[in-house]
């Protein structure tokens, strides 16, 4: 009856510092079921802390820890009964540990090592132990400026990567914990690497080092408890000694080199570290650890026409490259890593701008067949170059690991369309690759920065993907750190770009990523903890705005990348007033400071900022849109915030959808939206009753559209609509990622319109299933694993028959609104089945003949009638082909017309005869 309970979104969590919250989820067979009660236990050492007696509430997410006090380092045990209101009762144990939860139980000291600052090599501290009596639990308790590994008598504690991963050091900095019981002997060495990391190491587009320090550093503890009660501790001090081992350089852009020939040295003792005083709060670790979670063989060994020795792992991703080391040709093996081939088939690196993404092994005929892997760096790519093997060297000597924050997957989504079913893979493979501790832009080149705008677009889409609450209320918490009122939210994070001021859809990160992770899990505490960040970044803008209320000053990055240029122009803003985005995001942003002011109860906040909002929103129908409804800036991203965001008055708002339209039919029912339309366009169009549109430009297989890149063989999602060109050229911008995750915004599209799973309470406490056919798909199935189960919408329509298949999680309720159907039901949980007559055909064939003629047509009628159309004028099947309308969807909409489009055809074969087009 009970599963998934968790301590602070974890299973069974070990080193926790904050208080603990409950979750767990029902199931049943039964329809209508509902919590009506619930009872949670904790205990430690078989006595009972806290027994919050029977509670009768339908709560089940995130009920709070109500006993007193916990005690560091101390394991606790769980258990939870629940009741629902069939009198049916469920139990479900679980644990947690405890960590150090203040900074004066370490029991250790900050130590460094003197070696040159030419020294390249990475330190190793040692410390060599002995225990006299049984253990019952020995805890490994570290942190380190820069990233760290440790193992004990050869063995690595744990299994996580580039720990304690990246904070804002200068104000927090995280540490592990790690159950190393089962790795001790009467004899023990401890050994612990720290490499450069994004503490020390080269960072930023000028590749610069040293941006936290010059110098990395330890802190570690070891607390042992024996099977008698007593404990000791063993901590990092000066009488550790400091060693080089093999990892002789290690970058994170630049990748790794390890001398397996030069063995270890003893260079000395540790020093006390004397920058302690720059290093921010320790903390516990906060989201969850970087992990290999997939391994992927070579399917295909290739020799380029170059002559280069590739190897195709299938899949782009962010991780490393395990080698069972192969005989050698030379002194060293070298392995690039790249992200694809050149259009002649040869290995390409260009992309990656500085980063050298290489990895180099030296070793000796002993180490042949040891296996080996890099551990203080990761890359981005699918292919490998391999130098200074034996000529056949075998594709089993190499598997590439996926590497990226471990977090729990809850979402799936796939059709009967093969290619979106592929773009739902890109948009997946492009969160993991850049899911890696923080929300990274790219794996591959040097950047790999937290961009917010990135991360603020993407938001809604990578969590249905997967469960982000502690993956981003870790980076939240260092935007938090990192926002002034001088500057405002940087524009990433952790900044180690300096001081910017913020930025409009970047910096919007702080008010609408906390709302998003609000609606999906339902958590007010994370909201209450973000809020002042809310307000800080939405009263910067205020103290900034002119006389007219509006922010019209300022750097912004207004429509980033969009399509929507003069030809020829360098600029990367787009074709929008940079003012209007901006204004379209301060409105956007107060409105949810006020909406989350009202959920949590703050009178004064939800009056003020509600005035706010209104004068806002009148200043911009004022300044951006004329009397008439016509907008400053028609372009399809301009009207797609007037209508998303709410901001149009109601009497505008059919003109400038209509606008919109005729945008989008003037380029041939394509976007030209960049990163900041991009993520709402297909919402709005089909909250506007336009799906039909949005669906036709999502299915668009050519330049620009979502299944360009997956028809040109992409795994992943790219920054560029055309990062590949037609004739396989690459983008030679000098920003050209092939995995990037912003305009794979879509999703949430899919999930939300197509599969129609939206949440009408926080936490999705109340659903709203609404699917919604679309051309291309006859089949849809979408699952998301919410707070309280699963919920599921299925959906076919073919053979003149819609079947819908729907679950609804214990605990909750939803509002069903069904396609073809006006009524609306309203159902607690349990399984749904539907199914009736339709006259609606969602298959859709491809004529050789599909764009040319009607941009023929709309060439020779010219594109400023769609300045002069009047309402209904596009709804004439002459008008929608010279609109740029292709015959297939003529025909499906006006089948008896048919000699009025051959007369068209002939009319236009004749004028183009003379240049010998048909």
Request: charged share 25%; proline share 3%; hydrophobic share 35%.
């Amino acid at each position: 009856m009970i599963r998934d309970f968790m301590v602070n979104y974890g299973k069974n969590p070990l080193g926790i510092d904050e208080k603990p919250r409950f979750s767990w989820k029902l199931e049943s067979k039964r329809q209508n079921v509902v919590q009506k009660g619930y009872q949670i236990q904790v205990a430690s050492q078989g006595n009972l802390v806290w027994d919050s007696g029977y509670v009768e509430s339908d709560q089940s997410v995130l009920v709070f820890y109500g006993g007193g006090a916990l005690r560091p380092m101390t394991s606790y045990q769980v258990q939870v009964s629940v009741w629902d209101n069939y009198g049916e009762m469920g139990q479900e144990l679980e644990e947690f540990e405890t960590g150090l939860m203040r900074e004066e139980n370490w029991q250790a000291k900050w130590i460094t090592h003197e070696l040159p600052r030419e020294e390249t090599a990475c330190p190793v501290f040692r410390k060599d132990f002995s225990i006299k009596k049984n253990v019952r639990a020995a805890r490994l308790y570290a942190t380190a400026c820069g990233v760290y590994e440790a193992c004990i008598n050869g063995q690595k504690a744990g299994d996580a990567f580039l720990a304690p991963g990246w904070t804002s050091y200068h104000y927090r900095i995280q540490y592990q914990t790690y159950d190393i019981t089962p790795l001790l002997r009467d004899e023990n060495q401890i050994e612990i690497t720290v490499g450069n990391g994004w503490y020390k190491g080269e960072l930023g587009f000028d590749a610069r080092p040293d941006h936290y320090g010059d110098r990395t550093a330890l802190l570690a503890m070891i607390r042992m408890e024996y099977e008698d009660g007593d404990v000791t501790f063993l901590g990092t001090d000066t009488d550790w000694d400091v060693a080089l081992g093999e990892i002789r350089f290690s970058e994170i852009y630049h990748g790794e080199v390890q001398d397996y020939t030069a063995g270890k040295k003893i260079l000395g003792k540790a020093v006390l570290f004397d920058k302690v005083n720059e290093i921010g709060r320790i903390v516990a670790q906060e989201s969850e650890p970087v992990h290999v979670t997939k391994r992927f063989s070579v399917p295909e060994k290739i020799i380029t026409p170059k002559g280069e020795t590739v190897f195709d792992f299938g899949q782009n991703m962010a991780g490393l490259v395990e080698i069972r080391l192969p005989e050698l040709a030379g002194e060293k093996l070298v392995i690039r890593h790249g992200e694809t081939l050149d259009k002649d088939g040869n290995f390409y690196t260009e992309n990656l701008r500085t980063a050298r993404c290489t990895d180099t092994y030296i070793y000796g005929k002993e180490q042949v067949g040891m296996t080996a892997m890099p551990h203080f760096t990761f890359h981005g790519f699918r292919y490998i170059c391999v130098e200074g093997a034996v000529e056949n060297v075998e594709a089993e000597n190499f598997t590439a690991c996926a590497l990226h924050t471990d977090m729990v997957r809850t979402g799936s989504f796939s059709t009967d369309n093969k290619l979106v079913n592929q773009l739902q893979h890109n948009i997946q493979w492009g969160q993991r690759g850049n899911f890696l501790d923080i929300p990274t832009d790219c794996p591959q080149r040097d950047e790999r920065l937290g961009w917010t705008g990135d991360a603020q677009v993407f938001s809604g889409t990578a969590s249905f993907g997967f469960h982000t609450a502690a993956f981003f209320r870790k980076w939240l918490r260092d935007m938090a750190a990192e926002t002034s009122k001088e500057w405002g939210v940087p524009h990433v994070v952790p900044n180690i770009l300096g001081e910017q001021a913020g930025a409009a859809a970047w910096s919007d990160a702080a008010t609408i990523i906390p709302w998003t992770l609000y609606r999906i899990y339902g958590d007010k505490e994370m909201l209450a903890e973000q809020f002042p960040m809310m307000k800080a970044w939405v009263d910067y803008i205020h103290a900034r705005t002119s006389e007219n209320g509006l922010w019209q000053t300022g750097f912004q990055y207004g429509d980033w990348l969009a399509l929507d240029i003069e030809a020829g122009s360098t600029d990367r803003t787009g074709g929008t007033d940079k003012y209007l985005v901006a204004n379209a995001y301060y409105a956007y942003s107060v409105g949810i400071v006020r909406d989350a002011a009202v959920e949590l109860g703050f009178t004064e906040e939800t009056e003020r900022y509600g005035n706010l909002y209104e004068k806002i929103v009148d200043a911009i129908n004022q300044e951006f849109i004329t009397e008439t409804g016509r907008v400053v800036s028609e372009t399809q991203t301009a009207c797609v915030l007037l209508l998303y965001f709410h901001l149009a008055k109601p009497e505008y708002r059919e003109r400038i959808l209509r606008t919109l339209t005729q945008n989008i039919n003037a380029h041939h029912n394509h976007l030209t939206t960049g990163f900041v339309g991009t993520p709402y366009l297909c919402h709005c169009l089909s909250e506007n009753g336009e799906h039909d549109l949005a669906d036709e430009i999502f299915m668009k297989e050519d330049f620009p559209g979502w299944l360009y890149a997956v028809k040109k063989g992409a795994t992943t999602i790219w920054e560029r609509w055309n990062s590949i060109l037609e004739n396989g050229d690459f983008d030679e911008s000098g920003m050209n990622s092939l995995n990037h995750y912003a305009y794979g915004s879509i999703g949430s599209w899919l999930y939300e319109k197509v599969a129609g799973i939206r949440s009408m309470e926080p936490g999705y406490k109340k659903i709203c299933i609404q699917p919604m056919l679309t051309k291309g798909m006859t089949e849809v199935s979408a699952e998301y694993e919410s707070a309280y189960g699963t919920i599921k919408s299925a959906w076919s329509c073919k053979d003149g028959k819609i079947c819908v298949d729907i679950s609804v999680p214990v605990n909750t309720t939803a509002v069903l609104r069904l396609p073809e159907k006006e009524d609306e039901l309203t159902v607690g949980s349990g399984n749904y089945h539907y199914e009736y007559e339709t006259d609606t055909h969602l298959e859709f064939d491809r004529y050789s003949m599909e764009s040319t003629l009607g941009e023929l047509v709309a060439e020779e009628l010219g594109r400023t009638m769609f300045e002069q159309a009047e309402p209904g004028m596009l709804d004439d099947p002459l008008i929608k082909f010279a609109y740029g309308m292709t015959i297939s969807e003529l025909l499906v909409q006006a089948p008896n017309a048919k000699p009025l489009y051959q007369a068209v055809i002939d009319a236009l074969n004749q004028k183009y005869r003379e240049d010998g087009m048909t």
